[in-house]
């Protein structure tokens, strides 16, 4: 004897189901397509961010070791031009009166400020020095001790400012007072 076939009955599935598989397949796929999208735009802003501070601080690193190459300059007390800058030397500002410096243009320029050897990936950094006037030397001290030099209580106060750029444009702009006995 041989087994009858079976036979499978389906159910009958009502016309507005059909294919409703296929539609929430379909929006799931969607929606985990635009999270993706949203984590992968912020991946990118979150490295540029990461780049643009690396760049920075390397501009500031360039800035640091072109003030300290100013320093030198204004040690060997620079001759001053009678007005504006010349060659990283400038002379004193009027009181009330922007600083040369701080044209728009002033570091795009060539003439007025020095340019630096000091170079990191690219970026080179320019100072000037100001005559800042003569001031007390913060180098006197009160001592007792009868045998020591005289101090000069005066002393050659210059304004030194440095400027360094990257090519993305992170820009620094640093600032000191050097005082030369």
Known sequence: MRNPPKIRIQPRLPAQQRGAALVVVLMLLLIVTLLGLASMRGAILQERMAANTVTRAQAFQVAEAVLREAERFAAGKPALPDEGCENGACARTVAG????????????????????EEELDGIRGQFVVEDFGRGVSSSCTNTLDMSADECVSQA??????????AANGAEVLLQSLYEVQ
């Not at 009166?97 to 630096?116: C, H, I, K, R, V």
């Not at 050659?156 to 750029?165: A, D, K």
């Open 156 to 165: 050659q106060v210059y304004r030194i400012t440095v400027h360094s750029q």
């Open 97 to 116: 009166e922007e600083p040369a410096w701080a044209a728009d243009d002033f570091w795009d320029e060539a003439g007025g400020y020095q340019l630096t």
